[in-house]
Structures are given as structure tokens and as C-alpha cells.
């Protein structure tokens, strides 16, 4: 099966070589030119545009997966796309979008005959490597014809149609937000426990809590591994910076008037990070970089 993969960032790059290791033909694409050069001595066919992408495929249907930044990034590309696509082919957005503007991206690319499906992929860099979570939306038809795709690429049972266009972005937004809630929580208990006893051996108590505990968990898998590496996380600011997707959550909420006290507060404790260094802010950077390669600001 061909499919088309513009955006060769830490997931995409790895989202490939999940599709080369499921027998997919690929014919990739980025602006950064050594992003491109890696992927191609791994193996993963590259072009010389987003134009070229579309082309090289000759499927009746053309599917062509989008891996890059939120914003007027995937609009460029659509809009790039559009002079290449006829009516039949799909664009599968596998970003992290507001579910606002696929729903309105959607709309558009309806009215050439191109489907647009956006899903979210959870699972980070090594899930996209080794099997991901997706969470589909948009036409139900569209998702049919390449539910191979999210099979193929997901962990087993790891994928879902969630239903309309714009709902599959929704259900990761939401995912995410939890995500903030429950890294704070993680992240606040290792405070109270260093702020009680520094010598305490955090790695070890997150070790011993993910063997038959209530809260073990992947979250708490990779803070081990985190704390592991640094004992005191010494090494790195409290600094949390977010991508979007927990602003989004409450701000939704406060739209629909449900109360989201713990998503909302784990929120403002990334802002406040920005301010104040402190021990819970190292824990939820440490555990941004371990599971998504995000940045962590390293101390002087």
C-alpha cells in the first residue's frame, strides 16, 4: 500500500519507519533538509516537494498523512496539496489540530471531493516507532478505505473511529488534558516525598509503585527512567512548557460549562513554572522529554 508522509519531525520520522516496517511504500517529504537526508538513508523514498508527494503515489485513491505543527503550518500544506489532489483522495491530519479548524478544513476540502480525516496519535516518539494510539474522525467511508492504516500502525486495539469530522482532534485534546492532570499529580507526590527526605530514592519509589500499585502506570514507568538518569533531576529547570492542547481542554469546558478543576490547575502550574523553579516543574519536564523528546531547559 502507498501513502504519502509530509512532516519528518521526531514523530513523523519514526511514523515512517512504522510504515516501512508494515510493507508501506512511502514517499515522504519536509522543508528541513537534513530531516530529509536522515530519513532517506533509512531507507524511506523522499521528495523534492509537498506537490511531488502527491504525484508520486498512483492509487486511484491517494492518501497522504500530515505530520506537522498545529496552526497555519497544516494550512500551507493543504493549500499546497489542493492544486495536486482530485476528488476520491484523502489527507489524514495526524497533528495535534484545535478540532475547531478541522472541522472548518474539513468543510473546505468537501467541496473538491477530498476527505480530510484527523486523528490523534498518542504514544509518543517510541509509540510512533513501535505502535501508536489513534483516535480517528471524519467521513465514516473515508476512515473505512484506510482503517488498515491505523491498524497496521496502532498498538492492538490502539485505534478508533470517534464519529464526525473534528471529533477524533477532540478526543486527543481531551486526552491531553488529562495527561496535564495526571503529570502534575505524579509530579507534586515526588515533591512532597523529596521535600521530606532528599535522600530518598525517587526512581525506586516510582519503581516500586508501578508493581501492583493503584497508580502504576506508563506516566510512572518513565519517571523512574527519568529520575533514574538524574537522581534530583539537578540538571534541568522547572520550567513546563505546553503545546496547546491543555489551554484548549479548558477553555472548551468553560464553553460548555463542565467543571475541569484538576486539568485547569495542572495548567496554570505550567505558567507559573515559567516564573519559579521548582522540584514538581522539574518532574513534568523531565516526563515531557522522556515520552515526546520535548525540550527541557538545562541549568547554567
Given at each position: 500500500?502507498?501513502?504519502?508522509?509530509?512532516?519528518?519531525?521526531?514523530m513523523?520520522?519514526?511514523?515512517?519507519?512504522?510504515f516501512?516496517?508494515?510493507?508501506?511504500?512511502?514517499?515522504?517529504?519536509d522543508?528541513?533538509?537534513?530531516a530529509?537526508?536522515?530519513?532517506?538513508?533509512?531507507?524511506?523514498?523522499?521528495?523534492?516537494?509537498?506537490?511531488?508527494v502527491?504525484?508520486?503515489?498512483?492509487?486511484?485513491?491517494?492518501?497522504?498523512?500530515?505530520?506537522?505543527p498545529?496552526?497555519?503550518?497544516?494550512?500551507?500544506?493543504?493549500?499546497?496539496?489542493?492544486?495536486?489532489?482530485?476528488?476520491g483522495?484523502?489527507?489524514?491530519?495526524?497533528?495535534?489540530?484545535?478540532?475547531?479548524?478541522?472541522?472548518a478544513?474539513a468543510?473546505?476540502?468537501?467541496?473538491?471531493?477530498?476527505?480530510?480525516?484527523?486523528?490523534?496519535?498518542?504514544?509518543?516518539?517510541?509509540?510512533?516507532?513501535?505502535?501508536?494510539?489513534?483516535?480517528?474522525?471524519g467521513?465514516?467511508?473515508?476512515?473505512?478505505h484506510?482503517?488498515?492504516?491505523?491498524?497496521?500502525?496502532s498498538?492492538?486495539?490502539?485505534?478508533?473511529?470517534?464519529?464526525?469530522?473534528?471529533?477524533?482532534?477532540?478526543?486527543?485534546?481531551v486526552?491531553?488534558?488529562?495527561?496535564?492532570?495526571?503529570?502534575?499529580?505524579?509530579?507534586?507526590?515526588?515533591?512532597?516525598?523529596?521535600?521530606?527526605?532528599?535522600?530518598?530514592?525517587?526512581?525506586?519509589?516510582?519503581?516500586?509503585?508501578?508493581?501492583?500499585s493503584?497508580?502504576?502506570?506508563?506516566?510512572?514507568?518513565?519517571?523512574?527512567?527519568?529520575?533514574?538518569?538524574?537522581?534530583?533531576?539537578?540538571?534541568?529547570?522547572?520550567v513546563?512548557?505546553?503545546?496547546?492542547e491543555?489551554?484548549w481542554?479548558?477553555?472548551?469546558?468553560?464553553?460548555?460549562?463542565?467543571?475541569?478543576?484538576?486539568?485547569t490547575?495542572?495548567?496554570?502550574m505550567?505558567?507559573?513554572?515559567?516564573?519559579?523553579?521548582?522540584?514538581?516543574?522539574?518532574?513534568?519536564?523531565?516526563?515531557?522529554?522522556?515520552?515526546?523528546?520535548?525540550?527541557?531547559?538545562?541549568?547554567?
Amino acid at each position: 500500500m502507498q501513502i504519502g508522509l509530509i512532516g519528518l519531525g521526531k514523530m513523523g520520522h519514526n511514523l515512517a519507519l512504522n510504515f516501512k516496517k508494515n510493507n508501506f511504500t512511502v514517499f515522504a517529504f519536509d522543508g528541513n533538509k537534513a530531516a530529509m537526508e536522515k530519513m532517506a538513508a533509512q531507507g524511506i523514498t523522499t521528495t523534492k516537494s509537498v506537490g511531488e508527494v502527491a504525484q508520486a503515489i498512483t492509487t486511484d485513491k491517494r492518501i497522504i498523512w500530515l505530520m506537522v505543527p498545529a496552526g497555519s503550518a497544516v494550512d500551507i500544506v493543504i493549500n499546497n496539496l489542493k492544486g495536486y489532489l482530485k476528488p476520491g483522495d484523502i489527507i489524514i491530519d495526524g497533528g495535534n489540530s484545535n478540532y475547531k479548524d478541522t472541522v472548518a478544513r474539513a468543510r473546505d476540502l468537501d467541496k473538491m471531493g477530498i476527505a480530510l480525516l484527523d486523528c490523534g496519535t498518542s504514544g509518543g516518539v517510541t509509540g510512533a516507532l513501535h505502535g501508536v494510539c489513534t483516535m480517528i474522525g471524519g467521513k465514516k467511508e473515508a476512515f473505512d478505505h484506510c482503517e488498515l492504516i491505523f491498524k497496521s500502525i496502532s498498538v492492538p486495539s490502539g485505534y478508533l473511529y470517534c464519529g464526525k469530522s473534528g471529533t477524533g482532534h477532540f478526543v486527543k485534546m481531551v486526552h491531553n488534558g488529562i495527561e496535564y492532570g495526571m503529570m502534575q499529580s505524579i509530579a507534586e507526590g515526588m515533591e512532597l516525598l523529596h521535600r521530606y527526605d532528599a535522600d530518598v530514592n525517587l526512581a525506586n519509589v516510582a519503581n516500586l509503585w508501578n508493581h501492583g500499585s493503584v497508580v502504576r502506570s506508563w506516566l510512572m514507568e518513565l519517571t523512574q527512567h527519568a529520575l533514574s538518569k538524574d537522581k534530583n533531576l539537578e540538571s534541568i529547570k522547572g520550567v513546563m512548557h505546553s503545546s496547546g492542547e491543555g489551554k484548549w481542554t479548558v477553555e472548551t469546558a468553560l464553553d460548555m460549562g463542565v467543571p475541569t478543576p484538576v486539568i485547569t490547575m495542572s495548567l496554570l502550574m505550567r505558567y507559573r513554572s515559567q516564573t519559579e523553579d521548582t522540584f514538581s516543574g522539574k518532574i513534568v519536564a523531565a516526563l515531557r522529554n522522556e515520552f515526546g523528546g520535548h525540550a527541557v531547559e538545562k541549568k547554567e
